[in-house]
């Protein structure tokens, strides 16, 4: 029985530890259902200016049980976040980079936790901008939760982290890109 114990213990040790890596996070895909949102809407086109981050958000890595998550093309979750507006509204056909009506924002929380045996969370959150025709139409605090299932084998729930960061930023958008106050402030104006 003792030397069943000695067996087994390092080889759950050596299950439950994963390597420390750095990883890019996963391209972001837009979203069916905010195409769908989006192309029924009555929203004008927009561009999408500068996205930073409130002091004290991590924007440059998140880490998992030793691993880190990095992102963006300019290396930032803000830039991750901007890029992934700029998909959105592309695939939903409403995307101009010369349009009057400019989206930026400031992301507010970001938080990633695979460390849950059961359960992984992440939170993230942004402060939203619409400015039309150099007006501010738009001003907007917004955050989502999102949870995963998760392993006590962190070779398994670092990856599965990682892949739901983008999902959390998804439910971001949508919630955006969904709500009343801002589908009214970005609504097409008749000429």
């Known amino acids: 029985m003792l030397a069943a114990i000695r067996f087994l213990l390092p080889a759950v040790a050596a299950l439950s530890l994963a390597a420390c890596v750095s990883m890019p996070a996963p391209t972001y895909q837009p979203s069916v259902d905010i195409s769908d949102a989006l192309l029924k809407s009555e ?9 930073g981050a409130a002091p ?4 440059n890595s998140l880490s998992v049980r030793g691993s880190r998550l990095t992102t963006g093309s300019d290396g930032t979750y803000a830039g ?3 890029e992934a507006l700029v998909n959105e509204l592309k695939a939903g056909g409403r995307y101009d980079g010369d349009s009057d009506v ?3 924002g400031t992301l507010t929380h970001n938080e990633l936790n695979g460390a849950g045996i059961k359960i992984g969370t992440a939170l993230v959150g942004a402060r939203f901008q619409v400015e039309r025709d150099d007006a501010m139409v738009y001003d907007k605090a917004l955050q989502t939760a999102h949870e995963w299932e998760s392993s006590f084998v962190g070779a398994i729930a670092i990856p599965a982290a990682f892949d739901n960061y983008a999902t959390a930023v998804q439910k971001l958008l949508l919630e955006l890109l969904t709500d009343p106050d ?4 970005t609504r097409e104006r008749s000429p």
């Open 43 to 51: 929203v004008t086109q927009m561009q999408v200016a500068a996205f």
């Open 56 to 59: 004290g958000v991590e924007n």
């Open 80 to 82: 991750y976040l901007r």
């Open 102 to 104: 400019r989206i930026s």
């Open 182 to 185: 801002f589908l009214e402030a």
